[in-house]
């Protein structure tokens, strides 16, 4: 690609805080709200409208295995978010499987975050980093007016792809040994569903999945789609969809995401038309949304001082340096539409389920992108192999390495930003105090 050299120039600042976090995703919420619960000063900065991530502006359906079966590991910040909405949705909140309605799920963000007094700004995308050294001295963002400054003391990459860790210039690891990712998919909400009817049909055997998988066998499914996620009740005559995957799609490469958006649009009116014609109770269901954000599963993997891998989630590790544990099955959907490829997703997520009551460590090491002093990563980006990200991906877990991140953010600011002179126990005390789950 031929390259431009772009003039120097000052550029106006527009925020500074202790703690600045990049990306409001659920690692990023938790990573704010840490921080400023422990007492920094922290500005939030997030490209999109809306806090969430993917749980929101993605459409993604539902918090999923907050535990091992015995308690609640996703405890604290991740809690505290899915009780909150529970309680907005008029239900009890089920830390296995919380169905999100997703308006109500922003309004609780923007309401926690504004509560906590972190200096919050929607719209606002980082485009650079600021390098001092090995230091991070300022995120670059690209506002109406040109670009501005944010400056801080402590950097959290919050943004899914890993992006601020890539522009600060550390390693990372991107898909498999060919660089192939998990395919994203475009979610979908409908209106009209008559809940009681399809309640019904799962009875008589024909819930959207048996469906589905009968049409795949006839060779007459409207879309390849050996792995049908399916849909989720969020509301009255409402619900969200995991449908359909989007092929050989890069999700930090410009092209292949307007394609994605593209062809997940087309995708999404092809298998609402089967919802209709073939799921009982969706006769009279319109698509009243696809997802603002494509949602992908999987990016960057930023190289930290420990790479969390498979064999750490066999042996079900403990480390010293423990800032979490948790317990998601390894779930690496796949690259291609391949039937047998598809197959052994679900297969393997059955076969790597871990026992009741058993889980693995999250090093504090995970999060420290190797070279830079003063910055940390958090959520489905942190350090680890595929395996382990397609555990970790999901949102319980981006939590738990979101808040840890925000507490040793906070911490570090008492050591000029220097993350890695952060005190082990100093921070595991501090996560206990905010109700995080450590083993003892
Ligand atoms: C189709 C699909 C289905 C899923 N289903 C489930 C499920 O059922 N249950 C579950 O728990 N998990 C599910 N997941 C996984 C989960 O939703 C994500 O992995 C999780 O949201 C990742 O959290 P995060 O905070 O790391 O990143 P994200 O949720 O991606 O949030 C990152 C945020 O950073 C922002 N951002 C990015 N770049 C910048 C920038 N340069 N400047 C400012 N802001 C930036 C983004 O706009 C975004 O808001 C699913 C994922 C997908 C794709």
């Keep these: 690609m031929p390259t431009v050299t772009l003039p120097s120039r000052s550029v106006p600042v527009l925020a500074e805080a202790e703690v600045v976090v990049c990306g409001g995703g659920p690692a990023g919420i938790a990573a704010a709200l840490a921080a400023k619960r422990a007492g920094r000063s922290v500005v939030l900065v997030e490209q999109s409208g809306i806090l969430g991530g993917m749980g929101t502006g993605g459409l993604v359906p539902a918090f999923i295995v907050m535990g091992d079966g015995e308690r ?44 906590a007094g972190i200096e919050l700004y929607l719209g606002l995308g980082g485009v650079e980093a600021l390098l001092e050294g090995n230091r991070l001295a300022a995120l670059v963002v690209a506002t109406r007016q040109g670009l501005k400054i944010v400056c801080g003391q402590v950097f959290v990459d919050a943004t899914g792809d890993g992006n601020l860790s890539a522009w600060s210039g550390a390693a990372y690891d991107l898909g498999d040994a060919e660089g192939k990712t998990m395919s994203p998919s475009l979610c979908v909400q409908y209106a009209g569903v008559d809940w009681d009817a399809y309640r019904q049909g799962v009875g008589n ?36 969809g995991n449908l359909g995957h989007i092929y050989g799609v890069n999700g930090i490469d410009e092209k292949d995401i307007t394609r994605g958006y593209v062809e997940g649009r087309q995708i999404a009116r092809k298998i609402h038309q089967f919802y209709r014609e073939r799921v009982p109770g969706f006769a009279q269901s319109e698509l009243v949304n696809t997802a603002a954000v494509l949602s992908v599963r999987e990016t960057r993997r930023v190289r930290g001082d420990y790479q969390l891998c498979y064999d750490d989630y066999l042996r079900r590790a403990s480390f010293p340096d423990e800032i979490g544990r948790f317990a998601y099955p390894i779930d690496i959907h796949s690259s291609t539409s391949d039937p047998k490829e598809q197959e052994a997703v679900e297969r393997r997520l059955d076969e790597t389920r871990l026992k009741r009551g058993e889980s693995y460590g999250i090093p504090y090491r995970a999060l420290l992108p190797q070279g830079i002093a003063n910055l940390l990563v958090a959520g489905r980006c942190i350090s680890c192999d595929r395996e382990v990200q397609s555990s970790l991906r999901v949102m319980p877990g981006c939590f738990v390495t979101g808040q840890a991140a925000g507490c040793a953010a906070a911490l570090a600011v008492a050591s000029a930003g220097e993350t890695r002179r952060v005190a082990v126990g100093e921070l595991q005390d501090l996560l206990r105090q905010q109700g995080a789950y450590l083993r003892d």
């Design 72 to 115: 609640v590991l996703a405890d604290g910040i991740c809690r505290e978010v899915v009780d909150g909405l529970a309680s907005r949705m008029g239900v009890t909140p089920n830390y296995q499987w919380q169905n999100i309605q997703p308006e109500l799920l922003k309004s609780l963000y923007d309401d926690l975050v504004t509560a």
């Design 205 to 240: 055997g024909n819930s959207d999945r048996a469906v589905w998988h009968r049409l795949m066998d006839a060779g007459t499914a409207p879309v390849a789609e050996r792995h049908f996620v399916g849909f989720f009740r969020n509301g009255t005559g409402i619900g969200t």
